[in-house]
């Protein structure tokens, strides 16, 4: 089946900190790969997608690369800020399995001052 | 435009009662999915309309669980008798059907189910 592990929380970083969250899959299918960020009392939010093999999805300076060789996903950011903090979840959704997405158990992370 | 709504935003109920949570979809929209967290764990799926049609209920834990779409708007979401383990966050999610581009998924903000 397919499952997606992501590094287990929270994670506390001081602003301005290098930021990785750890994602890796298993998928029965060529998925699409996604992480989703859910603020403090929002629903999840698309924050960025890559849909093949070495393609790097990108959105407030936040980056993660589909690399099919270590079937990861990685989430990184140079310059982490306060208003990063939430939650992130890495997410997958194999084609023809009728959109439905795969998830992690997700990540909180918090940016102190 | 306004976004996935969902209610109650948090219901507390007494294991072996009925609570039936809303989903508005965004308007247009004609796939709406249902998924779950609970605590500290994964979001999973339970279902997946396409207007008014069931197209995948295969994570629907137990036929406790009912979900209706009738009109093929808004949603509703039935557990009938409530158990301790149905406790988490539902979420609602809401996507138009574009052909040949990946149609993304808009959340609702989710309803927070304590059962007691």
């Known amino acids: 089946g397919n499952s997606v592990t992501q590094m287990e929380g929270p994670v506390t970083l001081s602003e301005e900190a290098f930021l990785t969250i750890n994602c890796t899959y298993t998928a029965t299918g060529y998925p699409s790969l996604f992480w989703y960020v859910q603020y403090p009392g929002e629903g999840l939010q698309l924050l960025l997608k890559a849909t093949k093999a070495d393609d790097k999805g990108s959105n407030k300076g936040f980056e993660a690369t589909y690399r099919k060789e270590t079937t990861s996903f990685h989430l990184e950011k140079g310059s982490v800020q306060v208003s990063d903090s939430a939650v992130y979840f890495c997410?997958?959704?194999?084609?023809?399995?009728?959109?439905?997405?795969?998830f992690g158990t997700g990540t909180q992370l918090k940016v102190e001052l | 435009e306004a976004g996935v709504t969902q209610f109650p935003s948090h219901s507390v109920i007494e294991k072996g009662q009925t609570v039936t949570l809303r989903c508005d979809p965004i308007?247009?929209?004609?796939?709406l999915y249902w998924y779950r967290r609970v605590m500290g764990k994964e979001i999973k799926f339970l279902l997946h309309?396409?207007?008014?049609?069931?197209?995948?209920e295969s994570g629907m834990p137990n036929n406790r669980f009912l979900a209706e779409r009738t009109g093929g708007t808004y949603s509703t979401l039935k557990v009938q008798p409530a158990e301790l383990e149905d406790s988490g966050v539902y979420f609602c999610?809401?996507?138009?059907?574009?052909?040949?581009?990946?149609?993304?998924?808009?959340f609702g903000p989710g309803t927070r189910l304590t059962v007691l």
């Open positions: 999610a809401s996507s138009p059907i574009l052909a040949f581009t990946y149609n993304e998924q808009f």
């Open positions: 309309f396409v207007k008014e049609s069931k197209q995948d």
């Open positions: 308007s247009g929209h004609d796939n």
């Open positions: 997410a997958l959704e194999v084609t023809g399995g009728g959109n439905k997405l795969t």
